[in-house]
Each structure stands twice: as structure tokens, then as C-alpha cells.
């Protein structure tokens, strides 16, 4: 790629990359923080000794799943402006980009630069620093095209077992999906994102709900949701996997024990749902739960002509 090419690439990938962020809450980043290199092993792509590490945002926050933790992003922004490249390369460029950041959190660290940083949160107790990788590619043929479980059995040569969270075109898709459905959702009302009670959280004075999507809910599954409207609260679950009666029992029951008598509206969201084809599932599913009173109403977060059955009985 020429150095023309690559600096438009980089720029499509940080306008990208901010816009998404800015779209899950993450607001209050810190751009373009300088970490000096304090580690002799760290060289650039000529092999000389790295002075510095570039960083392209830093996010603080306390973690809601972990009492008195405050977790320190180092957000990696990566863009293609054609395709992914094939399995090999792919693998190679991904190594590279995992080693680069973890050797940043490594001197993180030790950064008086992130340390005036996390003074001026101020961050609780322990400190967690994690990574988070934004690649993505400009191709709209394969705009989808989902890269993590290509990559899902790379062996990675990293020292340090501080977590790395990836964000490809798929995951930024079903994020970008999950935030329109929910903006259209709560129209006369507010929404703010669920922080269930996993990990090692205990205290019952943290609030289980925010405007912002913890690392641990951007890599899930499940984003689970809460819409509030006219004094009224309703749960709605994003799933992003396959429409059959197995997931859809297993995400009933995961919405019933959110709701725990509190809210009386749930809506289970999946890509592929089909309120044509799939209503005696629906109705099947919810004979295992005929003790519960909750209404639970499935949709498609898929706009499509068939959105306009399930407008019509919501």
C-alpha cells in the first residue's frame, strides 16, 4: 500500500472507529496519548528500539462487574480499505497487531502520562488495563464479513495475560444493529444498556444500569438493554446468534431471571427471527414458562417488509 493509501486508510479507520465508540457510550476517551517505550525489547518494523508507543484512545471505567475495579482501555484502531486479506496473512497481520498492543499496555503501565490520567478518573482500588482492537474493512461487497472466528485458534506469541477484545466488521454490524433497533425502540422514552450481576460484583449500591457498553458486553453473545418509557421499564436482549427453539428457550429463561417480577415487558431480539414462519416455536417455547406472567415478544433487529407483522401486534 502507498504511504497515500495508507494515510486514507487510517483516517477511514479512526472516523470509523470514533464514530462506533462514541455510538456505545464511550465519550469521554483520551486521544492520541503518547506512551514512552521503558522495555529494551520493543522495536519498530526496522528493529530499532521503539521511544515511543502511539496510542490511539484510552477509555476509563469502573467496571460494573467487578467491585472497586476501574478498567483502562487502550483502544487499537486498524482499517483496510479493500478486502481482509486471505487466511494466512490475515493470521500474520493479526499477531502483529495483538503484539503491538500488548507491548503498549505494557509500558502503559508504567506511563507517568496514564498515570495523570487515571489521578484525574479517579480510579478505584485495582487497576485492570485491557486492549481493545478496532479492525475493519471498507469492502461493501463483504461489509459483514466476520474475521474473529477465522482467527478463533491463532496461537498468539504475547507475553503478559492482560485481555485482548477484537471488534471486526461482523461485531461492529451487530452493534451498529443493535443500537438503531433500540433508538427506534425507545422513541417518547430513554434506554441505557443491563450490567447483570456476573463476575465478582457484590455490592448492592452499584447501579446495574449506564450509557455505556462495558468491554464484557461489546465481545457478548447478549446485550441486554432496558427501555424506559412513561414509568415503565421493558428488557430487551440482542442475541447474535441463529434463530431456533433451542437459543430462543435459553434466551426466554435468560430474560426471566433478568426480570425477576421487576419488568413485565421482554423483548428477545435475533437476526433471522420470522414472525411468519416461526410464531409456533414462539408459542411452544412458551409453554415451559406458563407459571411466569411476563409478556415476551420476539423481533427481528433484521429491518425488513416482514418488520411490518411484528409492528403490527407490538
Known amino acids: ?20 465508540l462514541r455510538m456505545i457510550g464511550w465519550t469521554t476517551l483520551m486521544q492520541n496519548v503518547s506512551i514512552d517505550c521503558n522495555t529494551p525489547s520493543h522495536v519498530n518494523s526496522e528493529g530499532n528500539r521503539r521511544q515511543t ?19 483502562v482501555v487502550h483502544v487499537s484502531n486498524k482499517n483496510n480499505i479493500a478486502k481482509y486479506a486471505k487466511a494466512g496473512t490475515l493470521k500474520s497481520q493479526f499477531k502483529a497487531h495483538i503484539k503491538e498492543l500488548h507491548q503498549t499496555m505494557d509500558c502503559a503501565k508504567y506511563s507517568p502520562a496514564v498515570s495523570k490520567v487515571c489521578a484525574s478518573y479517579p480510579a478505584k482500588k ?12 471498507n469492502d461493501n461487497e463483504d461489509i459483514e464479513h466476520d474475521i474473529i472466528t477465522e ?3 491463532t496461537r498468539l506469541d504475547v507475553e503478559g495475560d492482560d485481555p485482548v477484545y477484537v471488534v ?9 444493529k443493535v443500537i438503531d433497533n433500540l433508538k427506534r425502540r425507545c422513541e417518547g422514552g430513554e434506554f441505557e444498556f443491563f450490567y447483570p450481576r456476573i463476575g465478582t460484583g457484590l455490592s448492592v449500591d452499584e447501579k446495574r444500569t449506564g450509557k455505556f457498553l462495558p468491554l464484557e458486553l461489546i ?10 418509557r412513561n414509568g415503565t421499564q421493558e ?21 426471566l431471571n433478568f426480570a425477576t417480577g421487576l419488568i413485565s415487558v421482554i423483548h428477545i431480539g435475533m437476526p433471522d427471527y420470522n414472525p411468519a414462519q416461526d410464531e409456533n416455536i414462539v408459542r411452544q417455547v412458551r409453554l ?12 427481528s433487529f433484521n429491518r425488513s417488509i416482514l418488520d411490518l407483522l411484528q409492528e403490527q401486534k407490538a
Open 53 to 71: 508507543h502511539g496510542e490511539d484512545q484510552i477509555f476509563l471505567y469502573h467496571n460494573p462487574f467487578h467491585d472497586e475495579r476501574t478498567d
Open 288 to 299: 415451559a414458562f406458563h407459571q411466569r406472567d411476563e409478556k415476551v415478544q420476539p423481533f
Open 1 to 20: 500500500m502507498s504511504g497515500e493509501n495508507s494515510k486514507k486508510s487510517g483516517e477511514v479507520g479512526e472516523a470509523l472507529a470514533n464514530a462506533l
Open 151 to 153: 482467527l478463533a485458534n
Open 168 to 176: 471486526d466488521n461482523a461485531r461492529a454490524t451487530f452493534l451498529l
Open 235 to 255: 428488557l430487551v436482549l440482542y442475541a447474535s446468534q441463529s434463530f431456533d427453539s433451542s437459543s430462543y428457550e435459553k434466551l426466554v429463561a435468560y430474560g
Open 219 to 228: 465481545a457478548a453473545d447478549v446485550i441486554p438493554a432496558v427501555i424506559r
Open 126 to 137: 485495582l487497576t485492570c488495563h485491557s486492549g481493545l482492537l478496532i479492525w475493519l474493512q
